[in-house]
Structures are given as structure tokens and as C-alpha cells.
């Protein structure tokens, strides 16, 4: 009987879990949908016994199902949401007050204050990351300065902060376990990336009482034994990385310059940029991908440059539902090829401002270059081209932090099952896209963490030999094509920057 891995992916819509075996195919798989919750316009908010009770299903689900064998199940992976932050009480596990979800941007004028203070540079220098909302630090200070009584029991020492992955693993062995590996860890504002551990100067400057924070471990390590009286069998809890990070081992990005995208409701794009911290000068962040710890307990780092698309498959979503351009998203990628260019229309998708390498929270979705010969064919097309020229505008950051140059790019997630949308990522970038056959990557990359540290894998190198190609596409467009339309797509992004004084 083949080696299993149970892989857990916590995810910001959804709980799942995947069986794997040991050549990487899925065995089976169960998913749960949860409750979003917006109680003010930009809040995000999710309910962390309903995510935990989805999740438990999944598991439990997946363990019942015929073809998960127990006795062949050597680990467990956890992969989640990033950034998402929650507290709750170390001796009742009561959680306090909600999650907040890493879209939400209720502290963003708290990062401001931050910045006007002085303190950006710091948080950038032992972070890696920019002082944003995003992050779970401003999270962890709103939640204990807004909740009844969090601040005076976190001071005693009655309280644990968790991302999603701590939270689970709590669960998981009936609070005997509190850790966060160090890849959840990186994004949190308070873990200085040098040292892997957390900071008490950026504790001091956040007011955070340093008894809340879990321990860091490895994201390739045996870390707990999951409790029989909660999924029926204890089994070793070994791997641990957020979802991004967990995508890229997927991947087998291992090497320094080996890059992946994945194609969600936004993008997001890493590359691996070796053992040692790559900060960034463009505005890209710096982030730690995952820590294998080896035989003689020293510890293997691999870092990131990473960045972020607000509006990736978000965009198709929009010109569905807000537009009704199309009635299923899949159906964007027939209506642009009635086309045979965007016909000089550009469309930038700043509905919700720009990612990186911009972060400009004051642009605006914008649509240019109409006339009366445009159809919905362009627009479509349009569309897609925004989708991969916010991903050409990271890259090319990410060339010039990096001293290693991406010669391929890795892809995942729904949106590059899109077949033309890869071949103009392809031709803008003027390198290769490579679909790999399983695009599952992100629990994929969890249950390869996870089965490392168990030894159904001996080395990434084995792992990389389990990854396949499905497709590849290869540049097609001239060097002309590409500087032309990066030229005019630079131009719309100024207007969609600039869009209250035109």
C-alpha cells in the first residue's frame, strides 16, 4: 500500500482536505464553505469555530472515505489563509472577539500614524514587508485595544494570538500545542526575518504583550500528534505554510530565480531568491518561503521576494456580475478570441486601488482607447491582457531586486487554466509559461512539507521529480508587440493613478 499524506487548506472562502499519495495524486477530497462576514464597509470578518467546524468536517470526511487507508497516512500538512488574525483564551479556548481577515483594512490609518512616526523603515528592515493593513501585527493591537478586557487578560498572560494555522493546530490536539511556522510567522509584522524570531522592539512599537505569540518552528518537522478524541486517530502534524508559500513548494521552486503565479481572485507571485534576505527597492515584499529542519537539528531557509495583484480572476468576476459581460467566467476566454487584438482598448483593473508594485490605494478601474468599432470582444481581451501585465509589472521588479533573473514562470490556481490569458502572460513576458498537471499546488505543496519530515520523500530533489508539465506556452509575439503594448499599458496605469485630477 502507497504512503498517504493528509493535507489540510484552509483557505478565505473555503475549508478542504486532500489525500495524497506518495506520486502526488489526489486520492480524495472534501470542501466546506464558510460564512464572510462585512459589518462596515472595508471590514472583513470570518467566525473561527465555524471555519474550525468546516474543517473538522473536511477531515473527517476524507478519513471515512473508501479509499483513505489509515494505517498508510504518515502526516499531516497544514497550508492557510495568511495573515488572518484571532485571539482566544488559553484556558477555555473561547475565541475573543472575530477573526479579521487579511483583506481587511480597519487599521490602515493606524499603519499611517505608524509611518508618520518613523517607524516604516524599521518594520521594512526586520520584516521584509511595508506597514499596511494587510499584515497581522495592526490586527493583533485593534483587536486588544477594541475588544472588552483583551488588553488586561492578554497582560496576564491569558491570551494566544493565532494565524489560521495556529488556530487548527490547537484544535487539532486539544490545546496542547501553541506554534505558528515560520513562514505564517513572516507575515506578521512582529518576526524579525534575520533571526526567526519574534521582535520586542517591534512588539514595544505595536503594544503587544510577547505572551500572546506562539512558538516558531520549522515548516518541514514533526510539531504535534493530532488528538484522537477530536478526528478519531493521532497522527503526526508535520508540515505547516501559508497557502502562498505552500503553492511554491508545490511547485518545486526550489532554486534561486525559479518563480510562480497563482491565478486567484487576485495573483500572487514568489521567487525563490535563496538562503539569504533580498530587500526589495520596489516596494515588493520580502518574506521568508519555508524552513526544513535537516537530521542534525540545524535548519535549511529559503526566501522570497513576493508580490500581489488586487484584482486577478477579481477582474473576469467583475465583468461577469458587475457588467454582464459573460455569464460564466470561463466564458471570457472564447468571447476574446472573436478578436484578434484588444484593439488599441487597455483596461486597468484598479477597482479596489493597486498591488505591487505601485500600492496605491487611490486608483481607480479605468477603460481607454474606445471607439465605435469597439466590441465586447475587446474589452474581454483587454481584460485578460491587465491580468498579466499587473503580473509583467512584478516580475520585472522582482529582475531588478533580484540578482537572479526568472527564465520560466511556474502557474496555478483557476485562472491559468485559461489558455489564452497564459499565452499573453507568455508573450508579454518573452519566457515561458509552464501549467503543471496538477494544479492543486498549494495543499499539494503542505503534504510534501509534511511527508518530508516523515520520510515518504527523502529530498526536494525527489519532490522535483514528481512534478510534471501539462503545458507549456512558449513566447510568440515580437519584441515590437511587447514594448508597444507595455509602453501605452504604462500610460493607462499613470490615468488610473491620476484619475481625480483629469
Not at 353 to 361: E, H, N, V
Given at each position: 500500500m502507497s504512503n498517504q499524506i493528509l493535507a489540510i487548506d484552509q483557505g478565505t472562502s473555503s475549508s478542504r482536505a486532500i489525500l495524497f499519495d506518495e506520486q502526488a495524486n489526489i486520492l480524495t477530497t472534501s470542501q466546506s464553505d464558510f460564512t464572510q462576514h462585512y459589518p462596515h464597509p472595508g471590514w472583513v470578518e470570518h467566525d473561527a469555530m465555524e471555519i474550525w467546524q468546516s474543517q473538522l468536517q473536511c477531515i473527517k470526511q476524507v478519513l471515512s472515505a473508501p479509499e483513505a487507508d489509515i494505517s498508510a497516512i504518515k502526516a499531516i500538512g497544514i497550508t492557510n489563509q495568511r495573515e488572518t488574525t484571532l485571539l482566544w483564551n488559553r484556558s477555555t479556548g473561547e475565541v475573543v472577539g472575530p477573526a479579521i481577515v487579511w483583506q481587511?483594512?480597519?487599521?490602515?490609518?493606524?499603519?499611517?500614524?505608524?509611518?508618520?512616526?518613523?517607524?516604516?523603515e524599521t518594520f521594512h528592515q526586520k520584516t521584509g514587508l511595508i506597514l499596511d493593513a494587510y499584515f497581522s501585527g495592526t490586527k493583533i493591537t485593534w483587536l486588544l485595544d477594541n475588544i472588552p478586557n483583551a488588553r488586561q487578560q492578554a497582560e496576564r498572560g491569558e491570551l494566544a494570538f493565532g494565524t489560521i494555522d495556529s488556530w487548527l493546530i490547537w484544535q487539532l490536539t486539544?490545546?496542547?500545542?501553541?506554534?505558528?511556522?515560520?513562514?505564517?510567522?513572516?507575515?506578521?509584522?512582529?518576526?524579525?526575518?534575520?533571526?526567526?524570531?519574534w521582535d520586542q522592539e517591534l512588539l514595544d512599537i505595536l503594544n503587544i504583550p510577547s505572551s500572546l505569540f506562539p512558538e516558531i518552528v520549522s515548516s518541514?518537522?514533526?510539531?504535534?500528534?493530532?488528538?484522537v478524541n477530536v478526528i478519531g486517530h493521532a497522527l503526526p502534524i508535520s508540515g505547516i505554510a501559508g497557502d502562498q508559500q505552500s503553492a511554491t513548494f508545490g511547485q518545486a521552486c526550489y532554486k534561486p530565480g525559479m518563480a510562480k503565479n497563482t491565478y486567484g481572485t487576485g495573483c500572487f507571485l514568489l521567487m525563490n531568491t535563496g538562503n539569504a534576505v533580498t530587500l526589495s527597492s520596489n516596494?515588493?515584499?520580502?518574506?521568508?518561503?519555508?524552513?526544513?529542519?535537516?537530521?542534525?537539528?540545524?535548519?535549511?531557509?529559503?526566501?522570497?521576494?513576493?508580490?500581489?495583484?488586487?484584482?486577478?480572476?477579481?477582474?473576469?468576476?467583475w465583468l461577469r456580475d458587475g457588467m454582464g459581460l459573460v455569464k460564466q467566467a470561463s466564458d471570457i476566454e472564447a468571447l476574446a478570441n472573436t478578436v484578434e487584438d484588444n484593439g488599441q482598448v487597455y483596461f486597468?483593473?484598479?477597482?479596489?486601488?493597486?498591488?505591487?508594485?505601485?500600492?496605491?490605494?487611490?486608483?481607480r478601474g479605468t477603460l481607454l482607447g474606445l471607439t465605435r468599432g469597439s466590441e465586447r470582444g475587446h474589452i474581454a481581451r483587454a481584460a485578460l491582457e491587465a491580468i498579466a501585465l499587473q503580473s509583467y509589472d512584478l516580475i520585472n521588479a522582482m529582475n531588478q531586486d533580484s540578482v537572479v533573473d526568472i527564465q520560466e514562470l511556474r502557474v496555478d490556481g483557476g485562472a491559468s487554466q485559461n489558455n489564452l490569458l497564459m499565452q499573453i502572460q507568455a508573450?508579454?513576458?518573452?519566457?515561458?509559461?509552464?501549467?503543471?498537471?496538477?494544479?492543486?499546488?498549494?495543499?499539494?505543496?503542505?503534504?510534501?512539507?509534511?511527508?518530508?519530515?516523515?520520510?515518504v520523500w527523502s529530498s526536494s530533489e525527489e519532490i522535483a521529480e514528481l512534478w510534471q508539465v501539462d503545458r507549456v506556452f512558449e513566447p510568440q509575439q515580437s519584441s515590437e508587440w511587447r514594448e508597444s503594448l507595455l509602453t501605452t499599458w504604462h500610460k493607462a496605469v499613470d490615468r488610473a493613478q491620476n484619475w481625480a485630477d483629469l
Open positions: 481587511d483594512r480597519r487599521t490602515a490609518d493606524y499603519c499611517n500614524q505608524l509611518r508618520e512616526q518613523g517607524h516604516a486539544e490545546g496542547k500545542t501553541h506554534v505558528t511556522d515560520i513562514s505564517n510567522a513572516s507575515r506578521t509584522l512582529c518576526c524579525n526575518i534575520h533571526t526567526q524570531q518541514s518537522g514533526r510539531v504535534a500528534i493530532s488528538s516596494k515588493l515584499l520580502s518574506t521568508i518561503g519555508w524552513s526544513l529542519s535537516k537530521a542534525n537539528g540545524e535548519k535549511s531557509t529559503q526566501y522570497m521576494l513576493e508580490g500581489g495583484v488586487f484584482m486577478g480572476g477579481a477582474t473576469i468576476q486597468v483593473p484598479a477597482m479596489t486601488g493597486l498591488g505591487a508594485p505601485y500600492w496605491d490605494a487611490t486608483a508573450d508579454i513576458l518573452a519566457k515561458p509559461v509552464v501549467r503543471p498537471k496538477v494544479t492543486e499546488t498549494t495543499a499539494l505543496g503542505a503534504a510534501y512539507l509534511a511527508g518530508l519530515a516523515e520520510g
